[in-house]
């Protein structure tokens, strides 16, 4: 199975594409040209990593973010069509999958986060498995976790300390997440840990009494494209590289 269409048929049906609703594409957005042997896997399909995939000789990108989206001009002008131009001219295949990457109970963004975190007994809070919760191993102080999130994933996380007691049960969601808060609130957690933050949600967490740390939304959003490329290699028997274009946001 190297055939970019049938790698795309194969992802669509392990991350259950059709059971859920989002506000873009999941799957394949470009088929490829030739026979897929190498694939490089990363967050967004910026021109940077195209670029990047091409020079590594990449036959295929599989990203989180794609290029189409709910709302967008689907021109294929300015920033769109140079991103569309690189990738055809290199002959990739895109593969994109959003919510679907997010929420699988095994290769998604929540459940790699977690090990990554050391979080025990992870668990999606809902049926669509968008909030997780679970457990840090022993309490600890909030300024603790949250340079320990810092170490982890390799940059600065922002911590809104509103409560002073030790953090033991947390719930998190990957990416745009901060209209979880009081989700995760309700679930009697001391910790809300989400990719990005907005005005709104820094007085929320004091209102609703417990802490947040927005640890970005790309170093949140890098693990499941990267599982599931690891996935691909063994399986499929790709040659597989994780392509980390950083981007502090």
Known sequence: MTDSTEIGRYCDELLGVQVLSDYCPNGLQLAG???VRHLVSGVTASLAL???????????LLVHHGWFWKGEDPRLVGMHGRRVRAAVEGGLALLAYHLPLDVHPELGNNRRLAAVLGIRDATPAGADGLLWTGELPEPVPGEVFAR????????????????DRPVRRLAWCTGAAQRFIDQAAALGVDLYLSGEVSEPTGHQGGGLGLREVAAGHHATGRYGGQALGEHLGGHVGLGHRFGDIDNPA
């Open 50 to 60: 195209i670029e990047a995939a091409v020079d590594a000789g990449a036959d295929a």
């Open 148 to 163: 320990a999130v810092g170490t982890s994933l390799g940059r600065r996380p922002l911590h809104v300390p509103v409560v």
């Open 33 to 35: 040209v030739r026979p």
